[in-house]
Structure formats: C-alpha cells, structure tokens
C-alpha cells in the first residue's frame, strides 16, 4: 500500500513557474521500486497523461504538449517525484496527479495502482 500526497499547486500568470511534489509513504515495496507518473485533469476533460519516470530515474518520458518545459524528477532518498514546470500556459490549468506503478514505465492511466488526492495548478492570461 502506498500513499501519494501532492503539493506545490497554485495560481500563477501565464510565463511563470511552478514545481510540484508527490511525496511517497506506506508499507511494502520500497518508493525506489516503482515507476512514477504525473496526470492532469482540466474541468470537463479526460485525465491526461503528463510525464513518467522510472524506478531508478534513468528513463524518463514527457507528453509532447509539455516537452520542453516540463520536467519530472526524483530523489528516492526522500520518497519524493517532482514535476518542474516552466513556461506555463492558461491551458495548463488542471488538478495535477501523480501515481505509482509497480510494473514498467507506461503513459496508461489504467496501468497505475496508487494515486493522490491531486494538486490544482491555475495559470492566468
């Protein structure tokens, strides 16, 4: 069992930054053993996929419409995956997520076992 808690969220003006963490706790397998994702779900929409990295951090991949300007890191030492984001846009605006998978990197949100309460990211024009 693992239990995901975001933080970081806020208002900002478009052009800004903003970095989130997910901070890991729980039983069982260790943070450093599972995959980790960022999703994010805008008011009427599907949650998206964002960016994932794996266990170790050595492979990383980012969805095309935040290639460039957002990017997710960790540090197993602290249980902790993060999401950098830069040069954000009002079309970020969304509750952002992160979640664990215990199996490889993927970007299906159905392939993920444990996810947070979710952060709120509001960039302004």
């Known amino acids: 069992q693992v239990q995901l808690v975001e933080s970081g969220g806020g208002l900002v003006q478009a052009g800004g930054s903003l970095r989130l963490s997910c901070a890991a706790s729980?039983?069982?397998?260790?943070?450093?053993?599972?995959?980790m994702g960022w999703f994010r779900q805008a008011p009427g929409k599907e949650r998206e996929f964002v960016a994932v990295?794996?266990?170790?951090?050595?492979?990383?991949y980012h969805a095309p419409f935040v290639k460039g300007r957002f990017t997710i890191s960790r540090d197993n030492a602290k249980n902790t995956v993060y999401l950098q984001m830069n040069s954000l846009k009002p079309e970020d605006t969304a509750v952002y997520y992160c979640a664990a998978n215990a199996g490889e990197v993927t970007t299906q949100r159905s392939e993920y076992d444990y996810w947070g309460q979710g952060t709120q990211v509001t960039v302004s024009s």
């Open positions: 990295i794996s266990w170790g951090g050595g492979r990383t």
């Open positions: 729980g039983r069982g397998r260790t943070f450093s053993s599972y995959a």
